[in-house]
């Protein structure tokens, strides 16, 4: 879900600290850099399925988890280069966090009148969903039931 609802696709800008050169181009001292990890996150070459939704962009042959390289973790700005955001294991945990609780106390259903989603994203600074509708329902203690 993080790698196709891409929210801040053009990222944080950057400058380069010193003259660079990166596959045959070279990059003068002070240029800013603009990433586009929309291209990095839907790469035809680098994942089975690049324009949907689907896990096994991140199972191996043999079906196990593969952590694909074109992967950009949590769809964070500062992950992408050489350093580790400092912040990638509490975003890490509050969203798997928020998720879980979310998961355990509704029930999210698409109303059957609302007809298929629109995933087209409304540009801006950064993409965000088309306005929807979906029914949250309270889940009865103990129970959990995965559509």
Same mark, same amino acid.
């Given at each position: 879900i993080q790698r196709?609802?891409?929210t801040v696709p053009l990222s944080a800008f950057h400058c380069t600290t010193?003259?660079?050169?990166?596959? &045959?181009y070279s990059i003068p001292k002070g240029t800013m850099i603009i990433?586009?990890?929309?291209?990095v996150l839907r790469e035809e070459g $680098? !994942?089975?399925?690049? @324009? #949907?939704?689907?896990p096994e962009n991140f199972l191996? #042959? $043999?079906g196990e988890f593969a952590k694909p390289e074109a992967? %950009?973790?949590? &769809? /964070?700005? /500062?992950?992408s280069g050489p350093r580790m955001c400092l912040g990638e294991g509490l975003a890490r945990m509050q969203l798997f966090l928020i998720t879980v609780?979310? @998961?355990?106390?509704?029930?999210? %259903? !698409?109303?059957? #009148?609302? &007809?298929k989603p629109d995933f087209t994203p409304v540009f801006g600074v950064t993409l965000t969903p088309k306005p929807y509708t979906m029914k949250v329902k @309270?889940?009865?203690?103990?129970? %959990? $039931?995965?559509?």
């Open positions: 196709l609802a891409n010193k003259d660079t050169d990166l596959m &045959g990433q586009n990890l929309n291209s $680098q !994942w089975k399925f690049p @324009l #949907e939704f689907n191996n #042959e $043999q992967f %950009i973790e949590d &769809g /964070c700005f /500062c992950a609780t979310l @998961l355990r106390k509704f029930s999210f %259903i !698409w109303p059957d #009148e609302a &007809g @309270l889940r009865k203690p103990g129970f %959990i $039931q995965l559509a």
